[in-house]
């Protein structure tokens, strides 16, 4: 049995302005931090032995990490494509819409459609390339939408599509 994976799909190139900013400070700050990581690094190989040097492995692994996040983070950047206008067309669900919806059971909820490097759960806040954003992309009001997850197919009524955060 290998070990090999298929790579992850690519993930959409979509960004709101907030969103592109917020990303510009995470890497300003792992900046930061990669410099207090590496005197840290530096003071704790002074201390002789490496190989059981704890303080010394953690920050090994630390400035790994940072490292790996700071690749991403400047490679993203520069292939991200920022939306900052709502779509002429307000009738349909494109990027940035925030949609009102009733499944079977009339239990109503609201998310808004973000690219995959803004999403946040415990605002509502969902990925476009997420199976339930798929399926409402360039649908309209009270459109039927279906979803098919793990658990099978649930169906959403679209009640509401507005484009600002009132």
Known sequence: MSRYRPPQPKSS???S???YQALGEE???LWITRREVTAALSAAAAEGDRSENAEYIYR???LREIDRRIRYLQKRLDELVIVDKPPTNQQQVFFGAWVELEDEGGQCMTYRIVGPD???VEKGWISMDSPVACALMKKHLDDEVHVQRPAGEIRYIITGIRYTTD
Request: aromatic share 14%; charged share 35%.
């Open 60 to 62: 090994k692994k630390q």
């Open 13 to 15: 190139a979509y960004i």
């Open 27 to 29: 890497l300003k700050g």
């Open 17 to 19: 302005k907030p969103g």
């Open 118 to 120: 803004e999403f946040n």
